[in-house]
């Protein structure tokens, strides 16, 4: 649709206008800042979010009105704004506000004009602007950060209780490994709860596979079993190797793309604190436990707490591969084996953040870690997990259903002093331990709903009252 806004601007005539339908992605999503700027250059009229009313459209819409008259900054222009998410027919109307103010913010996106993101706008817009155009392109990728470390390392040297930071200032991360082999790499660990879904799917699998692509399973005819008792059968190894030949033979994708079909117990996974450096970047010796945790996303949504269910062997063989395959995307052991905080890409309306324990993490998992002592990680989870988060994130970074490493390192974080500091680790320890005791099987989600429910309000408006919203 960028090509058609362009395309349909240049065929109107000074003063004419063009009305379309469009995906709202270019509200806010830093790919579509062309079509803002566009847009902004010229009167925008007005903006109406219709939400998503098509019954088979996965993306957002809006309607939006431009008039091809060059902005003038003297005059300044209105702009409406239309909500009509929630009732089409019978939209909310918000008082018109200058276009200059979308022209001010931050990447230039477009907001909802509500009480509450003009308050942030008021409040933030400004500085928040003036941080992204100084160290965007510095902290745009680990690389940037890499080479500019000495410049950010003497810049957050600088910061002090109440200064105004962005998030990819404080920290480094990002996307981790792409495996492109899943089923060969990755295992469940037999003490989750996942470990009974492979347990079950995998004769399925197999069934599938024999039926679908007419793939044959040595032993299986002559053994004159079901392929469930065919497969109960045999050790963990045993079913590991025969679905590793059977992809060999017949396709990675044999069993769908990225199926995981390998249990690993416990005592097979390697004491990650004593890893040696070596081992971290170049894996394992064979002759020594290699599976360690693997951070592969969390579809549960949890917050705050989550030990992964994943497992991925670490051998020397294995590492040498996913660093020389050009399907698999290695970013480099820098940013494994670390403590940090990790969030899940698709959002509902708050932020799924979490502490990052000691793991090799996928490209699945946004992980990010701390290089500010002032800013430590409990304080960045607390904040992820915020109302104000949710509502920043959404309205000024990506008004879409996502939230990339990208989009989080322009999070504005506040820096806070002693006092904020102890209530957000006494908030985050708490909700921790509870999410930690339903992972354990101590207590269950549902005992400990209404209790977390306060602590995470609680942390919603200290967030909020350190923000002054």
């Known amino acids: 649709y960028n090509l058609f806004t362009f395309k349909g601007l240049s065929l109107c005539s000074e003063g004419g206008s063009i009305t379309y339908i469009t995906p709202k992605t ?68 918000f008082a018109p506000i200058k276009q200059s103010v979308y022209r001010e913010a931050q990447n230039s996106v477009i907001f909802k004009p509500t009480k509450i993101n003009l308050e942030i706008f008021e409040l933030y817009g400004e500085k928040v602007k003036e941080l992204y155009n100084k160290w965007w392109e510095k902290i ?4 940037d950060i890499e080479k500019n470390e000495a410049e950010l390392e003497a810049y957050r040297n600088t910061l002090k209780p109440g200064d105004v930071a962005l998030l990819g200032c404080l920290t480094e991360g990002g996307q981790g490994l792409a495996t492109a082999n ?12 996942w470990a009974d879904n492979v347990i079950a799917s995998r004769p399925k699998k197999l069934a599938k596979a024999i039926a679908e692509k007419n793939i044959r399973v040595p032993g299986l005819s002559s053994s004159g079993l079901p392929i469930s008792e065919f497969l109960n059968q045999m050790s963990e190894k045993d079913i590991a190797k025969l679905f590793d030949s059977l992809k060999e033979k017949y396709g990675r994708d044999i069993f769908g793309q990225g199926y995981i079909y390998k249990i690993v117990e416990e005592d097979e996974l390697a004491d990650v604190s004593k890893l040696t450096k070596d081992e971290k970047e170049n894996g394992i010796d064979s002759s020594k ?57 698709v959002l509902t309306t708050y932020m799924k953040c979490k502490k990052k324990e000691k793991t090799v993490q996928s490209t699945e998992s946004m992980s990010f870690f701390s290089c500010v002592n002032q800013v ?7 904040l ?22 990208g989009d989080a390192k322009l999070i504005p974080v506040l820096i806070p002093d002693n006092e904020i500091l102890k209530s957000c680790n006494r908030l ?12 354990k099987g101590i207590t269950t989600d549902i005992s400990i709903q209404s209790e977390l429910e306060i602590i995470e309000e609680e942390n919603d408006n200290l967030i909020a009252c350190l923000y002054s919203i």
């Not at 899943?182 to 709860?193: I, L």
């Open 428 to 439: 985050f320890t708490s909700a921790f331990e509870l999410k930690k005791s339903v992972a």
């Open 376 to 382: 430590p990680e409990f304080y960045l989870i607390s």
């Open 26 to 93: 270019f509200w806010t999503t830093q790919t579509k800042m062309n079509v803002r700027d566009l847009l902004l250059s010229h009167n925008l009229q007005y903006v109406f979010d219709s939400a998503n009313p098509f019954k088979v459209v996965m993306v957002d819409t809006c309607i939006w009105q431009v008039i091809k008259h060059k902005f003038n900054s003297k005059k300044d222009n209105l702009v409406y704004f239309y909500d009509g998410s929630k009732d089409l027919s019978h939209p909310n109307v």
């Open 140 to 143: 745009k990728t680990s690389k």
């Open 289 to 345: 436990k290699v599976y360690v945790p693997y951070d592969k996303g969390d579809k549960d949504g949890n917050r705050w707490y989550l030990e992964t269910p994943f497992a991925i062997a670490w051998s020397k063989e294995n590492v040498q591969f996913l660093k020389t395959d050009p399907r698999a995307r290695y970013q480099g052991y820098t940013f494994y084996f670390r403590e940090g905080f990790c969030w899940n890409n």
């Open 384 to 405: 992820m997990n915020s109302r104000f988060a949710a509502i920043y994130v959404d309205n000024f970074i990506n008004s879409t259903s996502h939230c990339t490493t």
């Open 182 to 193: 899943n089923g060969k790499y990755v295992a469940v660990r037999r003490s989750t709860k």
